[in-house]
């Protein structure tokens, strides 16, 4: 196709401020159950409606969205760097196999480089207020300053490396299906020529 990484950074992250839509409220519910906040989907649901309205549901969403945009933008570009050097270095396109490695490498890099925004929105999301306290973290500037202050920077990158290793795992999964998806797509002439 004639797309540029470009193209594919801005398409994603368009996506991916849709789908945090619905992506930051399931996250919100999920984790607080998970960390035992409440024991049922419905006390989850009724409990963050009584502890913000709707707003509440979307605790981290700015963040979440911070932390996808720049991922996007990270990925795509050092992914078709890497599948254009491999085919430079061939004298050939790269194949499924090849380009599934190039987005699991470029997906490990961007995931390591937006851990920080992961832990500000992780933090933002579980963040139980004291009644009558204000929030202690109130943005993602505000939340990875007080982070570093308060723990060290070396907090900023906790669980870096189940991240990555999730992600190089998932991207080798995306990338080889999207990059199987579209030799197919092709060779069946489903796109245009």
């Known amino acids: 196709g004639n797309e540029e990484p470009l193209h594919h950074a801005c398409a994603s992250s ?3 401020v849709a789908a ?3 992506r930051v409220p399931t996250a919100v519910v999920t984790q607080n ?9 419905t006390e989850a649901l009724s409990g963050t409606m009584r502890q913000g309205g709707l707003g509440a549901f979307y605790a981290g969403y700015g963040t979440t969205v911070a932390r996808e945009i720049p991922f996007a933008f990270i990925q795509f570009p050092i992914y078709e760097a890497f599948k254009n050097r491999i085919a430079a270095w061939q004298s050939k396109e790269t194949n499924p196999v090849q380009g599934a490695a190039c987005g699991s490498i470029a997906g490990a890099i961007a995931g390591a480089v937006t851990t920080p925004l992961d832990v ?6 579980l963040e139980k207020p004291v009644d009558g306290q204000p929030k202690k973290y109130a943005g993602t500037v505000q939340t990875l300053t007080s982070i570093s202050k308060e723990e060290g920077v ?3 990158f906790k669980g870096i490396a189940p991240r990555v290793t999730w992600i190089t795992i998932g991207g080798f999964i995306f990338f080889g299906a999207y990059e199987q998806s579209t030799q197919l797509l092709w060779a069946t002439q ?3 020529q």
């Open 14 to 16: 368009c996506g991916e």
């Open 20 to 22: 945090c839509l619905v």
């Open 33 to 41: 159950m998970q960390v035992g906040r409440y024991a049922s989907l």
């Open 120 to 125: 500000a929105k992780t933090r933002i999301m």
């Open 154 to 156: 070396s907090a900023l």
């Open 190 to 192: 489903l796109w245009g």
